[in-house]
């Protein structure tokens, strides 16, 4: 019981604070074979719900520095959040909780952050893929503005994937204080798509040059499984 409060207390905190745009990420180990019940509960619960705006993810976490199996992420503006037709009950809240508790085997960290840049065409979960790069930035003017002109520069090479910056602003996981993420339409697509941008050495080399002082925590990648309200 104490574990549902919990959860149900990180998740509320979305709701509560007001940064906009922003997000909350919790992070968990599913109970092996479990991702189907898991995703049915979600769309038992979530599925035709709308949101004032955002939503959230159920995704599936691929290779890289990352922790947990799974995450949710919930999205959108924090001063107009919430389902447009009214809360849930606080006995179906609980309800829901309980039942996707029993098919968690850890529950992991949760952070919640900002999202200062976003570029491209549609949303991430339109491609399905992200790869997510975590880092610890010393001067964050300067690198949104070296983040917007590199990005300005790949438009050509990444053809409207989706690109977004932001940041870490409770919880610091390996220490990062912001991320940068990229939408692409699997692994595959992810190396052909970096293969062409290294062309650029020119734009890359100004990019890392004026950025100011970076340092690289960690990256990982994974697929989006369930979508319920919009990101855009």
């Known amino acids: 019981m104490k574990k549902i409060s919990l959860l149900i207390a990180v998740f509320a905190s979305f709701y509560c604070v007001a940064q906009i745009p922003s997000f909350t990420v919790q992070y968990f ?8 019940e898991i995703a049915q509960i979600f769309d038992n619960y979530y599925e035709g719900v709308e949101f004032k705006s955002g939503g959230l993810y159920l995704e599936r976490l691929r290779a ?51 999202i200062l840049d976003y570029s491209g065409e549609g949303s991430p979960d339109d491609y399905g893929y992200i790869q997510i790069y975590e880092i610890k930035v010393a001067d964050q003017v300067a690198f949104l503005k070296a983040h917007k ?14 690109v977004a910056f932001g940041t870490y602003d409770i919880g610091a996981p390996n220490g990062a204080s912001h991320w940068v993420a990229v939408a692409y339409k699997n692994r595959a ?44």
């Open 64 to 114: 890289g520095n990352t922790e947990g199996t799974h995450r949710i992420v919930f999205f959108g503006d924090r001063e107009n959040f919430g389902r447009k037709e009214g809360e849930k009950t606080s006995e179906e809240v609980r309800a829901f909780y309980r039942e996707f508790s029993d098919n968690i085997e850890n529950w992991g960290n949760s952070y919640t952050g900002r």
């Open 189 to 232: 697509d992810n190396i052909k798509i970096k293969a062409a941008s290294e062309k650029y050495t020119k734009e890359w080399g100004e990019y890392f040059s004026t950025r100011g002082e970076v340092e690289d925590t960690g990256n990982f990648d994974l697929t989006i499984l369930k979508t319920y309200g919009s990101f855009n």
């Open 29 to 36: 180990d599913a109970k092996p074979w479990q991702q189907t």
């Open 149 to 162: 002109k590199i990005v300005s520069k790949m438009s050509k090479v990444m053809e409207g994937r989706p």
